[in-house]
T-cell receptor
Framework: DAGITQSPRHKVTETGTPVTLRCHQT?????MYWYRQDPGHGLRLIHY???????DKGEVSDGYSVSRSKTEDFLLTLESATSSQTSVYFC??????????????FGDGTRLSIL | GQNIDQPTEMTATEGAIVQINCTYQ??????LFWYQQHAGEAPTFLSY????GLEEKGRFSSFLSRSKGYSYLLLKELQMKDSASYLC???????????FGKGTTLSVSS
């Protein structure tokens, strides 16, 4: 199994509070991703990183920010959480992005509830 | 932009064969991926197609037609453990990330 650890695995918090989710990899892969998964919407890309300090937006990036100060860590921050951000968040890693026979591998997910 | 369509749900019986279709529209094609996701778990990689034709991997096969923007995942000799969601994904325009379809939930009954 790919060495990907997400923390925390579960979190309940209140509207308006800041929340940071962490993704840690031991594979030294260049690309890291944050997705959210909601019923009826599937997996949607929030942000991704293609190297240290190099990040780009996905299709649902509003309300989220990311940082990657080390190859192995990719942080997702909700500056002021809203109930619409209640979701399951998955981190993924890849050697080559979306090109070539190098699939993305996923972490176990973080279940975030915002009350 | 990208657009991916899959049926929402399918049902089948143990031992049968099922075909899950995926149609896509993309401005730059770099390959198509299939993932399996059991309820409450992370997606896991099943197959990758970049050239037209059929790729076989045990009970699972995946087919691609680039001219038609069409792929299917074929599952043979269905087992109860194959009950899961199956996700089709293609690369974004920059070739740096995957865009996923909404997934097809397959229920296998005895």
């Amino acid at each position: 199994d790919a060495g990907i650890t997400q923390s925390p695995r579960h979190k309940v918090t209140e509207t308006g509070t800041p929340v940071t989710l962490r993704c840690h990899q031991t594979e030294n892969h260049r690309y890291m991703y944050w997705y959210r998964q909601d019923p009826g919407h599937g997996l949607r890309l929030i942000h991704y990183s293609y190297g240290v300090k190099d990040t780009d937006k996905g299709e649902v990036s509003d309300g989220y920010s990311v940082s990657r100060s080390k190859t192995e860590d990719f942080l997702l921050t909700l500056e002021s959480a809203t109930s619409s951000q209640t979701s399951v968040y998955f981190c993924a890693i890849s050697e080559s992005g979306g090109v070539g026979n190098q699939p993305q591998h996923f972490g176990d997910g973080t279940r975030l509830s915002i009350l | 932009g990208q657009n991916i369509d899959q049926p929402t749900e399918m049902t089948a019986t143990e031992g049968a064969i099922v075909q899950i279709n995926c149609t896509y529209q993309t401005s730059g094609f770099n390959g198509l991926f299939w993932y399996q996701q059991h309820a409450g778990e992370a997606p896991t990689f099943l197959s990758y197609n970049v050239l037209d034709g059929l790729e076989e991997k045990g009970r699972f096969s995946s087919f691609l037609s680039r001219s038609k923007g069409y792929s299917y995942l074929l599952l043979k000799e269905l087992q109860m453990k194959d009950s899961a969601s199956y996700l089709c994904a293609v690369s974004n325009q920059a070739g740096t990330a995957l865009i996923f379809g909404k997934g097809t939930t397959l229920s296998v009954s005895s």
